[in-house]
């Protein structure tokens, strides 16, 4: 089973505001550089009020709330691969695969860091 399917089935929902809320998962907005769009430590996500202003379009994947989607859906991955895969191979392919499965995403997340890195 892969992460994505584990954690849909635990907390019975697609939507990463809620799977964060069911997951004890705090999540707030800050303003930092745009050396990260996001960042996460246990219980608690970050994200970067920065990247969001960057939004190019009104509506989809890149629209403020897409893209507030896409950070949010890459910091869970990376604590629900902490807590639920063993070893230390908690790779960025591993979260980007979170991320394209639990949003059925048209593109490789990576796409996304594109925009943020200019
Ligand atoms: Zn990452």
Same mark, same amino acid.
């Given at each position: 089973?892969s992460?994505?399917?584990?954690?849909?089935?635990?907390?019975?929902?697609?939507?990463?505001?809620?799977?964060?809320?069911?997951?004890?998962?705090?999540?707030?907005?800050?303003?930092?550089?745009?050396?990260?769009?996001?960042?996460?430590e246990?219980?608690?996500?970050?994200?970067?009020?920065?990247?969001?202003?960057?939004?190019?379009?009104?509506?989809?994947? @890149?629209? &403020? *709330?897409? /893209?507030?989607?896409?950070?949010?859906?890459? !910091?869970?991955?990376? $604590?629900?691969?902490a807590?639920?895969?063993e070893?230390?191979?908690?790779?960025?392919?591993?979260?980007?695969? @979170?991320? &394209? *499965?639990? /949003?059925?995403?048209?593109?490789?997340?990576? !796409?996304?860091?594109? $925009?943020?890195?200019?």
């Open positions: 089973m992460l994505a399917e584990r954690a849909i089935e635990e907390f019975g929902t697609r939507d990463v505001h809620e799977m964060a809320r069911r997951a004890g998962v705090r999540i707030v907005f800050e303003r930092w550089p745009l050396v990260s769009v996001g960042e996460c246990t219980g608690l996500i970050r994200v970067n009020q920065t990247a969001l202003e960057r939004a190019s379009e009104d509506a989809g994947w @890149f629209s &403020r *709330e897409g /893209l507030e989607r896409l950070i949010i859906a890459h !910091e869970l991955g990376h $604590l629900l691969a807590k639920w895969v070893g230390e191979d908690h790779s960025e392919a591993l979260v980007h695969d @979170f991320v &394209r *499965e639990l /949003l059925d995403l048209p593109f490789a997340p990576t !796409e996304c860091e594109r $925009l943020w890195k200019r």
